[in-house]
């Protein structure tokens, strides 16, 4: 497979776990837990380099929805799985290169993608992709 980061950013994780510390603490900053009401959508594109735009392209929720929680109001449940998902597949990514390139990876047409930006294939439902390149280049089989 072709390298699909930016080999700047690209880190050596064969040694790496998936779920080392940084992962776990990524995802324990945006954990959809409404008792403790912690997910915020602002925090997220901070963290990951994201826009508010880009923000709801990869939610799939609408540009209104998000901006409700953007300004503060907590996702309903049935939002939660998806966006739950949305972080975990973020706290992977970034165990693979820093948080802050990850918005503009996002952008960037990439060959191992048919030419699609990673956002599109997102959008697109085809994030099993994006965890393929992801558990390639962590074993090491990503050519």
């Known amino acids: 497979m072709k390298t699909l980061l930016p080999k700047g950013n690209r880190r050596r994780s064969r040694a790496s776990?998936?779920?080392?510390?940084?992962?776990?603490?990524?995802k324990a900053a945006f954990t959809l837990d409404p008792a403790r009401e912690e997910f915020s959508v602002r925090g997220f594109c901070h963290?990951?380099?994201?826009?508010?735009?880009s923000f709801t392209r990869l939610s799939g929720f609408s540009p209104r929805a998000v901006a409700h929680w953007a300004s503060g109001k907590i996702p309903r449940n049935s939002a939660q799985k998806?966006?739950?998902?949305?972080?975990?597949?973020?706290a992977a990514l970034s165990e693979l290169v820093e948080?802050?390139?990850?918005?503009?990876?996002?952008?960037?047409?990439?060959?191992?993608?048919?030419?699609?930006?990673?956002?599109?294939?997102?959008?697109?439902?085809?994030?099993?992709?994006?965890?393929?390149?992801?558990?390639?280049?962590?074993?090491?089989?990503?050519?």
């Open 17 to 26: 776990k998936p779920h080392g510390p940084r992962h776990q603490s990524l």
């Open 47 to 53: 963290s990951f380099g994201v826009t508010q735009d």
């Open 82 to 90: 998806q966006l739950n998902e949305l972080v975990r597949l973020f």
């Open 99 to 143: 948080a802050q390139a990850i918005g503009q990876w996002l952008k960037r047409a990439n060959s191992a993608f048919d030419g699609s930006t990673p956002l599109q294939v997102i959008e697109r439902g085809e994030t099993d992709r994006i965890w393929r390149m992801i558990w390639e280049l962590q074993s090491g089989n990503a050519g």
